[in-house]
């Protein structure tokens, strides 16, 4: 899982640095209860937490700061 979520934030990090964006994460507290259907079990167990903070690190590890 933890290779995935690394692959899933460095994709998403290389596609807003290709065109120049800001990443904005919104609140996901609560996501899987809004829903009123089934939801996929990889979905429903994704540790957004974590991907956010994966997100957070390769998007600043090439930052000047």
Do not use: Q, T, W
């Amino acid at each position: 899982m933890n290779d995935e979520l690394h692959k899933i934030a460095k994709d998403i990090v290389d596609e807003a640095e290709r065109y120049n964006a800001i990443i904005a994460i919104g609140n996901l507290n609560g996501v899987r209860k809004n829903n009123k259907r089934k939801v996929n079990r990889k979905i429903n167990s994704m540790p957004f937490y974590r991907l956010k903070k994966y997100i957070k690190y390769k998007g600043f590890s090439g930052c000047p700061h």
